[in-house]
DNA sequence: TATGAATGAGTATTCATTCAT
DNA sequence: GATGAATGAATACTCATTCAT
């Protein structure tokens, strides 16, 4: 069985797979080379894990928690004002910036290799996403009761919209050699987005389609 | 490289790779899966691709063109004003969404699967990530030139997280089962943010970190 | 069927096959390799061949039949004396030599690959060395009954000896870059010691074990 | 590179590939037969070899090292006559075939197949090859410096002529269905061509072209 | 007659997993 | 607990051979 008590072996067993992952792809990535990066012998591994893809499953999921524990550290409740979620939202894109950029790694598994290991994955990385919608639906959700966002906002689609633009950040910085210099431009963009719109001032955008 | 000629039996190697690939994963696709969707030899695809790796770029190669053919399809310096530019977001967003939604396996490929088989094809993702930046940079920018969008615009930046927006709902179609009804309410979600922004007319949110 | 009448071009696919596998090895060697040289296609061998084995094995017997022309070019029988049968082996080495060294790839196809693609062209070659052995032992007989052999002569026994050392001789041709220059030193090595044997003049060499 | 220690194993793989590399030939040979033989899973194979051409040069090097254990075993300059040298001809000669004799895969191995791997193994028999004549040049150059063999041999040549003869007996052994019968036959044909010569006594066998 | 597209038998090799030590 | 030797399932790929054109 895969029982074992010892939690630190585990989790520099899932410091290791981390970052071999990473580097070689889950499925060039053998066994093997995650017990050599360690320096303890293969078997060991099995003592920790079921098999290998339980290994991925689990740094997936540690992934997951740490992205989360960004996502959810400010209180969607709190915030009082449009200023107040606007600084929420540098913060957290600050911290997921910082995140992602202290940690090459963290992108190419979540955006790249641990999706494709296999549905039940894919499917856990699709959850989180869900997850994630669902506290900036709370952010947005928050804004419409207290009247500082606009009472007609499709709050659930909207909230994954935003999604999407702060973690194609977030895969910006995986593919950038040098991440760092391109934050503050990237958290501008995106809360200029938001908050100021892209139109200059006394122009008027309405389509035929747009919302009546 | 193609060791023969005859491009429908290429392309029908293809359309079945594109429909495997996306079904079982990269990985868990033989050679035999593909060709027995076909009933024909396995041996026969190696007449057309150097080997499995080479199906697979094939395959991602021809997505990332059928995604191309419709972030290209409009002329970025046609438009002459916010509202032209409005709808053609609009116009853009549905044939995304509609290829994306016509293919299910179009995004399990390009946004989970054929990244993670190599180093070589998450390059060409990537590549193809900047190209279509580079598209919506150029709808910013002639907008920016004509006037009706803000002068202060970090155009590379902020197509970026335009495209971030678009490809999220992209990658939405891809989770969702049943995902036309979903479409307005996307776009619709998408356009509001982009030309009207989420917050309540009349209150003002400057922070302390954002601009001027 | 594999019959047909052209013998040309049957003969330029045994050319072909006789360079290509020399050049590349039997197991290596394609039948489209084959083919490749001479700008036919592929399938065409098969009207000339049963298959591949059957191309080697007439390769082979050609081989063969080229190296026994030079063998059998002299009669056994007219030699009258040890001067002639003496000018008699210098004339076949030097063909030898000169046929091995016109074409290397003779001596891999018969000391190398060839006698290692089945049982039966092994046999064949075994064949070929008993058929030399016969020519041999025929001048050997010829000398014994003429009296300028010596009468004990193990004559069987004493051709294979024979040969191995001629046969030693073409193998250095087929390894050796520039093999001319050595033809003479060869031929003169082998007639020293068949004629005049080793040792020095009035040295006795009788062992305890040599023939009482 | 042998990735494990255990030599009792992989000397034992190595005997198997010695008997069924020389009972099917090395290319009709699977390393499932030689693991098969053994009774062992073929996965171990590759645990002490890197491929299936790394276990034939292996079964080669350990092939010729035994052949090279009988040539070396004698002293070369330890001779000073000649009845002595015709005693050691006569001991290498009879410890050649008792080795061929007791290991009829030997001879095929080294004569037929392992030659055809590819072109490394048969630069290391024609290396193996050098390094057996350069020892029975050493004892003729005795020969010549103790002036018990003539001095105007070529010592070269020679050594690769007597080498001839002396392999060309192993080759037999190699074709002989039972080639014990045959041993003193034949050591005393190759000593009595080297010490005693073919020649009837008193005949003269000078050619024109022979040496002056 | 010549061709070469199609075929699939055959095999070397990898590596996750087990389990005796 | 830890190890790594042993295992064999799984599969990409080759190429001799066939046969419709």
Redesign the pocket.
Known sequence: MAR???PH?RQSILDAAHSVFARKGYA?????DVAGELG?????V??YFQ???DVAAAVLDRALERIAAVVTAEDATATRSLAEYRAQVERIGHRLYELFAADRALGRLVFHDLGAVDDDLRERLHAAHETFAEYTAAYLRNGVAKGFLRADLDVDTTARVVNGMIFEGAAQVTRTDDPRPLRDRWIRAVVALMFDGIAQHGELGRSEHGPG
Chains 1, 2, 3, 4 share one sequence.
């Open positions: 074992t008590a010892d072996r060039a990535t053998g066994i093997a303890i012998g293969h078997g060991t099995y003592r098999n290998k893809r």
